[in-house]
Every structure is written in structure tokens, then in C-alpha cells.
């Protein structure tokens, strides 16, 4: 009876050993699709540009469209990011229909700068250009070349 244990132990440990040779195998076969190797910060840092270009091509293209045709940039909402649209204008504010809380958000203005704009917009009935936006509203010249990238005047 002994030598039937002994050939149970030895199967047994044979089976043991052979379970945990495929588990790791399996383990390391499966490990990159259940942990996925980070990408490198260079590679997140190259996408993040390619999106800032891509955004900055929205931009340029909704400009171009609101210069040629006004009454369908107004339809698209460009520059409206307040307002429901379908249109991607990469990031356009339209000074001339904002709200006070998108004005506000521009690069380089303050919540009292942006208040000016909206109390001059609202008495001259808007804006026809940021040099003419910062006159009027007494927006320091250092501030216009921070937002120049994202704003509009439609009218």
C-alpha cells in the first residue's frame, strides 16, 4: 500500500508544480492587457501639443467662417461655449455675447475687467475689435495679446 501513496505523492506534486508553472506562464501572458504599460510622459507631453495645434486650427477655421458668413457663425453659436451647440469652435469666446462669467475666464482678465466689457458692450452695443475693446473698456495692452488667441467680435 505504501508504494500507491507514494506514486499519489509524487503525481500529486508532479500536477502541483505543473499548476504553478501555467498560472505564472498565464500570469505574465495576460499582465499587459490587464495592467497596461504607462506611456512615457514625453509621449502624453506630444499628444497634448497635438491637441493644443488641433484646437488652435478650430479656432483659425471658425474665424474664417464668421468672416465670411456672420449670420451662420451666429447660428452655430460660435464662440458661445454658454449656449447648447454642435459646433466645435475650439475654444472661441464671442465678446460681443458672452456672458460675464465666460469674459472672466480669458487669459489675463480679471472679474473687473470683464465686468467693464459687458457695462460697454451692453451701452455701445458692442465691439468690433480688441484694440477697440480695450479702449473702451480700459483693458490694460498687455492683457489683449493673452486673449487675443481665443476671442471674437460677431455682431
Same mark, same amino acid.
Given at each position: /500500500?505504501?508504494?500507491?501513496?507514494?506514486?499519489?505523492?509524487?503525481?500529486?506534486?508532479?500536477?502541483?508544480?505543473?499548476?504553478?508553472?501555467?498560472?505564472?506562464?498565464?500570469? &505574465? $501572458?495576460?499582465?499587459?492587457?490587464? &495592467?497596461? @504599460?504607462? $506611456?512615457?510622459?514625453? @509621449?502624453?507631453?506630444?499628444?497634448?501639443?497635438?491637441?493644443?495645434?488641433?484646437?488652435?486650427?478650430?479656432?483659425?477655421?471658425?474665424?474664417?467662417?464668421?468672416?465670411?458668413?456672420?449670420?451662420?457663425?451666429?447660428?452655430?453659436?460660435?464662440?458661445?461655449?454658454?449656449?447648447?451647440?454642435?459646433?466645435?469652435?475650439?475654444?472661441?469666446?464671442?465678446?460681443?455675447?458672452?456672458?460675464?462669467?465666460?469674459? *472672466? $475666464?480669458?487669459?489675463?482678465?480679471?472679474? *473687473?475687467?470683464?465686468?467693464?466689457?459687458?457695462?460697454?458692450?451692453?451701452?455701445?452695443?458692442? &465691439?468690433?475689435?480688441?484694440?477697440? /475693446?480695450?479702449?473702451?473698456?480700459?483693458?490694460?495692452?498687455?492683457?489683449?495679446?493673452?486673449?487675443?488667441?481665443?476671442?471674437? &467680435?460677431?455682431?
Amino acid at each position: /500500500m505504501q508504494s500507491g501513496n507514494a506514486v499519489l505523492t509524487v503525481l500529486g506534486s508532479f500536477v502541483a508544480i505543473l499548476l504553478w508553472l501555467a498560472g505564472t506562464g498565464h500570469a &505574465f $501572458a495576460v499582465r499587459t492587457s490587464v &495592467f497596461p @504599460r504607462e $506611456a512615457p510622459r514625453n @509621449r502624453q507631453n506630444e499628444r497634448a501639443i497635438e491637441y493644443a495645434r488641433y484646437r488652435r486650427t478650430l479656432r483659425e477655421e471658425a474665424r474664417a467662417l464668421a468672416a465670411d458668413d456672420p449670420a451662420l457663425a451666429r447660428e452655430l453659436r460660435i464662440g458661445r461655449p454658454d449656449a447648447p451647440r454642435s459646433y466645435d469652435d475650439g475654444g472661441l469666446v464671442d465678446v460681443n455675447g458672452a456672458p460675464r462669467e465666460i469674459i *472672466e $475666464a480669458l487669459p489675463g482678465m480679471t472679474p *473687473e475687467m470683464a465686468e467693464r466689457v459687458v457695462r460697454r458692450r451692453e451701452e455701445h452695443g458692442g &465691439f468690433v475689435s480688441a484694440e477697440e /475693446m480695450a479702449v473702451d473698456a480700459d483693458i490694460p495692452a498687455d492683457v489683449l495679446p493673452l486673449m487675443a488667441d481665443y476671442t471674437i &467680435f460677431l455682431r
